[in-house]
């Protein structure tokens, strides 16, 4: 591995930024499946809770768990952090401010925060770099968190981090204990669907866009371009929020609208993605210089705020 990608990873975003908290996450453990039963702890997953109160633990192995969320998360906390705490240092402060302890293994249902994937993934990423190891958030799809396997996908984000021991990226699951058949801190690549080769196999009709669910209720081929564009901003660290979108592709109308050229410069996009580590330098490339990838919506920013798109180059 090329030292100028590791030490690209090695880099904070500003939702990794663990400046704030660094001393603290250096003193968290080292053991990468400690570390990660560590976080969940602290966590209730959005599904939890909402299945909590459904008395639905068809996804769940422990309902005792799911009947304590019910019972013990206060009705006027937070549904959901995702929309409030975008950043690891934003996550971890809240943690803080309901328990002054910080990170416990006891931690109260009450005092946690609910978040899902990405937000956990931010969070151990940064950690990671704080303690000098190389690491990436990773979009993309998985079913192995489900009952019942089938053909059925719903998108998910994990982590990879460096093992420079072994000269490998290793795969990361740490939004919960799984219960599952592999380990999921050292996870085959089979066991995760990449978005780069879902993306593509679905354009070259090997695959359906059905069977890929985002958020349990939405599937199509603008749902996996979006968990294509967070991947993308992901490798190149800026691990967007669900919030945010392409600004050439920030409805469904605009994105049923794309040109046939347009739609095969993500295909180029995705085929770079690949291989991203032999690929580097031209996704960086694109990054930095390709503003229709490049630049995105938010919840206040729109397509009359982008000035640089109306330029003509």
């Not at 979009?139 to 192995?144: E, L, P, Q, R, V």
């Not at 998108?155 to 939004?175: F, G, L, M, S, T």
Request: hydrophobic share 35%.
């Amino acid at each position: 591995m090329k030292e100028d990608i590791l030490d690209f990873y090695l880099k904070m975003s500003i939702y990794t930024n663990y400046l704030p908290y660094e001393d603290y996450y250096k003193s968290l453990p080292d053991n990468i499946e400690e570390l990660s039963k560590l976080l969940y702890h602290q966590v209730i997953h959005r599904e939890e809770l909402i299945r909590s109160y459904l008395n639905d633990a068809s996804r769940y192995d422990n309902i005792n768990e799911l009947k304590k969320i019910k019972e013990e998360y206060p009705w006027y906390r937070n549904r959901c952090d995702d929309d409030i705490l975008l950043t690891a240092p934003a996550i971890t402060a809240e943690l803080f401010r309901q328990d002054a302890r910080g990170f416990t293994m006891g931690r109260e249902v009450k005092d946690r925060v609910v978040i899902t994937c990405r937000y956990v993934s931010v969070l151990l990423a940064s950690i990671l770099k704080a303690k000098g190891i190389p690491a990436r958030c990773r979009s993309g799809y998985a079913n192995y968190f489900l009952k019942e396997r089938g053909n059925t996908y719903y998108d998910h984000w994990i982590v990879q981090y460096y093992d420079k021991k072994n000269k490998r990226w290793v795969n990361v699951d740490a939004d919960n204990d799984y219960k599952v058949d592999f380990n999921q801190w050292d996870f085959p690549h089979k066991e995760f669907r990449w978005i780069a080769e879902v993306w593509l196999d679905v354009r070259k009709g090997k695959d359906s866009h059905e069977n890929y669910i985002h958020g349990d209720r939405l599937n199509g081929l603008d749902n996996l371009a979006y968990a294509l564009f967070f991947d993308f901003h992901a490798l190149m660290n800026d691990e967007i929020s669900y919030l945010f979108f392409p600004t050439v592709m920030d409805s469904k109308d605009e994105f049923f609208n794309l040109e046939a050229y347009e739609l095969e410069k993500i295909d180029h996009l995705a085929e770079l993605m690949l291989d991203p580590d032999k690929n580097f330098d031209e996704l960086r490339y694109l990054f930095r210089n390709d503003k229709w990838l490049r630049v995105i919506n938010t919840p206040l920013l729109g397509d009359y705020d982008h000035f640089e798109l109306k330029k003509t180059d």
